[in-house]
């Protein structure tokens, strides 16, 4: 070996400890990376308590939903202080109020991408993040590694999906195709990284379309009627007066309930709602939403 003037035959030794160091930390930093924890937050859109057999509900089974409350946390005393949807959702993102974060209704706002949110925090940190379902913002998500969402309230049949290359129409039911999709990105992610998913829903909310498998499963059951069902919100704020979720008021056939009371022919529904709906299906998936269900209501008396 020739060496120069100045060779420091202490130098392989140093540069080896070095390389050694730097093996041991970056085996280290792997095992702390993987001991942090997976994040999967998975929302339900306007989905009431009462509606979640966890909070007491006895005519909704939730089973899925009540093993994470069992398992988990369950909150009994929680409050938000815009709970429209895409307020709600920019809140969550952002940590910050409605007149902060931009989003103050679900009208013609636009969230600002530009903004901090928690996603992207953890994506500095090193974790996987994806967006998957409802978004509901208009803009196109950032700060995600994967997003692939909804536009605006999305479909219950055959919905549209948004991605970065472009809007693709998928057969099948949102729910059904939101979760596979959450699944599928999870199979083939990095597996030497943590990961954030969020799977946000469209179901619950309005309007109320099940999946075709499930449309007789309340067939024959007896629902009884609220208590509340000949309200008529007199003495109530007027938030509650002038809400549009009444059953006997806003809950029409031909946009809320596959129940046809009366409707023989699928051209009678001719709303454009409705339309738009029954647009999307296949004709076998036509003809199954258009048979009759058999609910039968409870009626109680009269409340004074």
């Not at 729910?175 to 799977?199: E, G, Q, Y």
Request: charged share 20%.
């Amino acid at each position: 070996m020739i060496m120069k003037k100045n060779y420091n035959p202490l130098l392989p030794v140093i540069i080896g400890a070095i390389l050694v160091f730097s093996s041991c930390k970056n085996k280290q930093q792997q095992k702390q990376a993987d001991t942090r924890p997976n994040i999967i937050f998975i929302m339900s859109d306007d989905h009431a308590y009462q509606a979640i057999s966890a909070y007491g509900d006895s005519l909704n089974h939730t089973p899925n939903i009540d093993a994470l409350a069992k398992e988990g946390m369950l909150f009994n005393r929680a409050f938000v202080n815009n709970s429209l949807c895409a307020p709600s959702r920019a809140a969550i993102l952002t940590g910050k109020y409605s007149n902060m974060n931009g989003i103050k209704g679900n009208g013609d706002e636009v969230f600002d991408g530009s903004q901090e949110t928690f996603p992207k925090l953890l994506h500095q940190a090193g974790y996987q993040t994806a967006m998957i379902g409802k978004w509901h913002l208009v803009s196109n998500p950032t700060g995600f590694d994967f997003w692939n969402v909804l536009p605006g309230q999305g479909d219950y049949y055959n919905p549209d999906f948004i991605d970065p290359t472009g809007t693709k129409r998928v057969e099948g039911y949102v729910t059904d195709l939101t979760t596979d999709k959450a699944i599928n990105w999870m199979n083939h992610r990095d597996t030497s990284r943590p990961f954030c998913v969020l799977v946000w829903n469209k179901a619950p909310h309005r309007d109320w379309m099940s999946a075709i498998k499930y449309l007789h499963e309340f067939d024959s059951v007896n629902i009884p009627v609220p208590a509340t069902f000949f309200d008529d919100y007199s003495t109530r704020t007027r938030a509650v007066k002038e809400q549009k979720m009444e059953i006997s008021k806003w809950l029409v056939p031909n946009y809320d309930l596959k129940e046809n009371l009366g409707i023989t022919k699928n051209t009678e529904r001719l709303d454009s709602n409705w339309m738009a709906i029954f647009g999307r299906l296949n004709p076998d998936e036509q003809k199954a939403l258009s048979q009759p269900t058999h609910l039968k209501m409870i009626h109680s008396k009269r409340p004074i």
